[in-house]
Structure formats: structure tokens, C-alpha cells
């Protein structure tokens, strides 16, 4: 008998109780392979004593002030260590506790730009179909991802959606990368006419999609025909990087690869590495001076934003990233990763794509490898692989991003940053048993 709500009878789980590197122990000694980060989380491994240290020095400082009395030394120097990973002209800082959270300060960040210039008209956000931005009211409001959207529907406000550069899935027969980049980033520009450009205030799109639709990358030009679009009808960039940012796509930022800068972005998972829990909204110059020149603040906040002990670990994280120069064996590693994931489900009939960047990969498990039909949700066939991997020690986290029958399960692989060789071949070994005995040996 558990009084933890997540662990049910129809999922028992084993107790975490140890981890080390890219290992975590449960409480029977079985070790478990962490291939997918929890989910693209743990990008430095487990039980690392940097962080620990780091912890335990800001602890005997100050574990906690509040953002409207103080800042701290561990928030001002994680928000300049981020402004200058990055090539991009991101300014400005805002801290916050998760992904979602994350999202709504962005949304609102875009809303009350807007609204100190003088557009009070604009407030509809435009997302993307198989898109994820998170589980709290606003986010999932914005997300692409019917199956959670479901029981909460009254709730949620019908943001407009637009279809997802998702070329396995959505591109013509015959039809060239680029001219579907264009075809893909127009969708954009017909629904910013079609509601009014002077209702709409932001696109949010994640630079590549993660949990609703696997490590799905858009073809090259689409970002910057996107920002070319934004720029024309004042409507402002969002990205979420909560997933694949902070490294994790072989850039501190993913949009990096893109050639693009948005005006606000988002970040979490890679930022804290799971050591605690934080999340951040980058913005521009002009997104900040904008805000802050209106009503003279940005009228949001958390009890716990910018926590010095979360940042403190935050920092440390992003320090041991740059300290072990982890972002190239993200390069190195995610090749072999891709290379291996090709050679084992290259061919195989029920994996009808390989898909991602750096060390966030996938596969898509279809029906039919000619026809791209997928398995129905009700095999749950992402389910049946997860359970078959944890069994032999691997974890990888199963995702579904069915919209209307066109879109298959899928397996994302995240594993940490400092993975090494042999665990590499190890999680394709132990992911192609988990496949084969998920499927019954078809
Ligand atoms: N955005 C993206 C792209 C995500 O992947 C997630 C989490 N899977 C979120 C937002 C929400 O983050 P959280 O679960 O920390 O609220």
C-alpha cells in the first residue's frame, strides 16, 4: 500500500534509490540504463559531487529570498553564464520552477509587450499541432496534444493551430526540401491573415518537437521563413526549448542550428539537469524595455522564482557543461547514436523513420513501413516497448502524437551528454530486444 499517487496498481514502479552517471538503482540493486534523461532531463548523468558541493555552498549562504526583496549571487550568475552561451541576442533572464511555468510567463511576457505598445487587440497565441508545451491550464491551451487536451477541454482556450513542419509525415511526394520548408512556414502567414494580424500576439513553436511528436527537426529555411513572417506582421517568436535546449541538440540552443533568434525563449530540462527543478524565459532587449518601460514591471511572479538553491545547482550544471566540453561529445555521441539507431531499425517493417539531432533521437513505430500506417492507440505499442525495456534495465520514454490517424508512437532517446561509446551500443542492443519482444517477434 503506497499513499504516493503516481505509483498505481496498473504501475506499480521499482524505487529509485541510487544513481551514477548514465545509471540509476533501483532499491533490489537492478540498474537501469537512463537513455532518455527521465524525460530529456539528466543531461550530466546522476550524482554528480560538483552539484552537491555547489548546493551545500549556497545553503550555508542563503537558501531562500524573495525575487520582490532580493536578488541573489546564484541568480545573477546563472542569468549572465546563459546570455553569454549563446550567440543570440537574448538578454534578460526570468526564472521559474518547470517548463510549464516557463510557458505562461512567456505567453504573458508576449501579451503585456503588446499591450504597453499600445495593441491591447492582440491576444491568440498561434501553436502548432503535435507540439508540447506543458500540462498547466495556458500551456496545455497552447499544446498540440489531443490525448492530454481531452478531459480538460472546457477548460482550455481554443488557441489557433497550425500544422507542424514535420516533413516524414506531412511532406508531398516529390516534393523538395526547401519548397517544403516554404510550403509549411506559409501555413503561418495564411492563418495570421486569416484571424487579423491586429488580434494575434506570438507563434510558439519548439525548435524541435520532443515529447508529442519524437525528435522531429524542421527542414532547413522553415524558421527563417517563420521570423520573416513574424517580422512582417509584428507578431512575436516564441521558442520552446524546453527540451531541446541547454545543449541537448549539439548547440546551447537548438535555434542556433536554425540561423534564428527569437524574441522570447524557453528552457528547462538540460538547464538543471534534474538536480532541481528550474526553468527559464529568455528574452530581447526590446521584449524587456518594452515591459519594463510600460507599467515598469512585468506583472507575473512565483513564490519560488530565481530560488538560490536551484539556481546554485543550475549553474553548476551549466558549468560542468562547459568545463568537460560536453556539447561536443553530444555531437560525437549523437552521431553514433544515429548511426547504430540506422543499422539496427534501418530496415526493420515496423520502424518507419529514424529521426533527431545530437542526443535527442527517434524512432517512429508504424503498421506499415510502405504505407506509414500506424499501430492503432489502443495496441498501445509504446506502452508494451517501455515495459519490455525496463525489464532489461534500459528506460526510454514511449510518446504518441495521433492527430487524426496520420501520426504514429514513437521512442525518444535523451541520454546524458557525458554518455560514453559502449552505452551507446548498449541502449541500441537492449532497445532492439525491447522492440522485437514488444512486437512478439514480428
Ligand atoms: N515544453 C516542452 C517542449 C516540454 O517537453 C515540456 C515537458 N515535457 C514542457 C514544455 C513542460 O515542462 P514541465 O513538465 O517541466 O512543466
Known amino acids: 500500500m503506497t499513499h504516493v499517487f503516481h505509483r498505481t496498481p496498473g504501475n506499480p514502479l521499482p524505487v529509485a534509490v541510487g544513481g551514477s552517471g548514465a545509471y540509476i538503482t533501483d532499491e533490489t540493486g537492478k540498474r537501469y540504463i537512463d537513455a532518455c534523461g527521465g524525460a530529456a532531463v539528466s543531461c550530466i548523468g546522476h550524482g554528480d559531487v560538483r552539484v552537491l558541493e555547489a548546493i551545500q555552498q549556497q545553503m550555508a549562504q542563503i537558501s531562500y529570498a524573495h525575487t520582490s526583496f532580493f536578488t541573489s549571487n546564484a541568480a545573477e550568475a546563472l542569468a549572465d553564464h546563459l546570455c553569454a552561451a549563446t550567440p543570440l541576442p537574448l538578454d534578460k533572464v526570468y526564472l521559474v520552477g518547470s517548463g510549464s511555468e516557463a510557458i505562461e510567463a512567456a505567453i504573458k511576457m508576449a501579451r503585456q509587450y503588446h499591450v504597453e505598445r499600445g495593441e491591447p487587440s492582440r491576444r491568440l497565441v498561434i501553436s ?47 516534393e523538395s526540401a526547401n519548397d517544403y520548408a516554404n510550403r509549411a512556414a506559409n501555413l503561418l502567414e495564411d492563418k495570421i491573415r486569416e484571424l487579423g494580424p491586429e488580434n494575434v500576439i506570438a507563434f510558439l513553436a519548439e525548435t ?41 541538440t549539439g548547440s546551447f540552443l537548438a535555434c542556433e ?36 518601460g510600460g507599467s515598469g514591471s512585468f506583472v507575473h ?69 510502405d504505407t506509414k500506417e500506424p499501430f492503432s492507440s489502443g495496441r498501445k505499442i509504446g ?24 501520426s504514429g508512437d514513437h521512442i525518444l532517446l535523451a541520454p546524458p551528454y557525458n554518455v560514453d561509446q559502449d552505452t551507446i551500443d548498449l541502449i541500441v542492443e537492449k ?10 517477434g514480428q
Do not use: W
Open 383 to 406: 506502452a508494451a516497448i517501455k515495459k519490455s525495456a525496463m525489464e532489461i534495465g534500459l528506460m526510454i520514454y514511449p510518446g504518441s502524437g495521433t492527430i487524426d490517424g496520420t
Open 257 to 292: 542550428q536554425e540561423n534564428v533568434a527569437p524574441d522570447i525563449l524557453t528552457l528547462a530540462k538540460g538547464l538543471g539537469g534534474g538536480y532541481q527543478p528550474i526553468a527559464a524565459v529568455m528574452c530581447s532587449k526590446d521584449v524587456y524595455e518594452t515591459i519594463t
Open 128 to 174: 502548432r499541432h503535435q507540439s508540447y508545451h506543458g500540462n498547466t491550464l495556458g500551456a496545455l491551451s497552447v499544446g498540440g496534444n489531443p490525448p492530454r487536451r481531452k478531459p480538460y477541454a472546457p477548460f482550455l482556450l481554443e488557441e489557433p493551430k497550425i500544422e507542424p513542419c514535420f516533413a516524414y509525415r506531412y511532406a508531398h511526394a516529390g
Open 208 to 248: 524541435v518537437v520532443g515529447a508529442t511528436a519524437g525528435a522531429v527537426a524542421a527542414e532547413k529555411g522553415y524558421f527563417q521563413k517563420i521570423r520573416e513572417i513574424c517580422n512582417r506582421y509584428g507578431v512575436l517568436l516564441i521558442l520552446d526549448e524546453v527540451m531541446c535546449g541547454s545543449g541537448r
Open 431 to 440: 532497445l532492439g530486444h525491447a522492440v522485437d519482444a514488444a512486437l512478439g
Open 301 to 369: 511572479g512565483h513564490t519560488y522564482s530565481a530560488h538560490p538553491l536551484v539556481c546554485a545547482a543550475a549553474l553548476a550544471v551549466q558549468q560542468i557543461i562547459h568545463d568537460d566540453a560536453l556539447i561536443d561529445n553530444v555531437i560525437a555521441r549523437g552521431d553514433q547514436l544515429r548511426e547504430r539507431l540506422l543499422a539496427r531499425f534501418g530496415n526493420h517493417p515496423h520502424i518507419g523513420d529514424v529521426r533527431g539531432r545530437g542526443l535527442l533521437q527517434a524512432i517512429e513505430l508504424v503498421e506499415h513501413r
